[in-house]
């Protein structure tokens, strides 16, 4: 239901390759680190978001998506569920085109907000899972 096959697709390949990976660190522990890097070998620009605003795979951090001086196209987000809606309103308020809730980050209201204001948004999946289905 919070994952079409169509609209992961069109995130995956046609939504942009700019991807704000919130709650991504140097923390090689944390699933973040590894989809992100997933992320650059697909071809896709990851844009660390997180309090520390590290640099992480060769990619300048940011402390927050409003700190960011450039557009991002997707806002992946490692952040659990209590914290992820306030995220998706941050996308909506950049200007992205799709938020991405990962594997286990579920908030059907900010579901709703997010789709109400345009924006494509898949919620409980890996975009890492999802990109080599695609083939």
């Not at 605003?53 to 569920?81: C, K, M, R, W």
Request: glycine share 8%; aromatic share 6%; with cysteine.
């Amino acid at each position: 239901m919070y994952a079409d096959a169509e609209t992961i697709r069109r995130i995956l390949t046609a939504t942009g390759d700019t991807w704000a990976v919130v709650g991504l660190s140097n923390n090689e522990a944390r699933a973040a680190h590894g989809v992100a890097e997933v992320l650059q070998r697909y071809g896709k620009r990851i844009v660390p978001v997180h309090p520390k605003a590290e640099t992480v795979h060769g990619e300048q951090g940011y402390a927050s998506l409003a700190d960011i001086p450039f557009e991002v196209d997707v806002v992946d987000v490692f952040v659990n569920s209590r914290l992820a809606g306030e995220v998706a309103d941050e996308a909506v308020a950049v200007g992205a085109k799709a938020v991405w809730f990962q594997l286990g980050v579920i908030d059907e209201a900010a579901y709703e907000r997010t789709r109400a204001a345009g924006l494509d948004m898949v919620m409980d999946r890996c975009p890492a899972i999802e990109i080599p289905r695609l083939g």
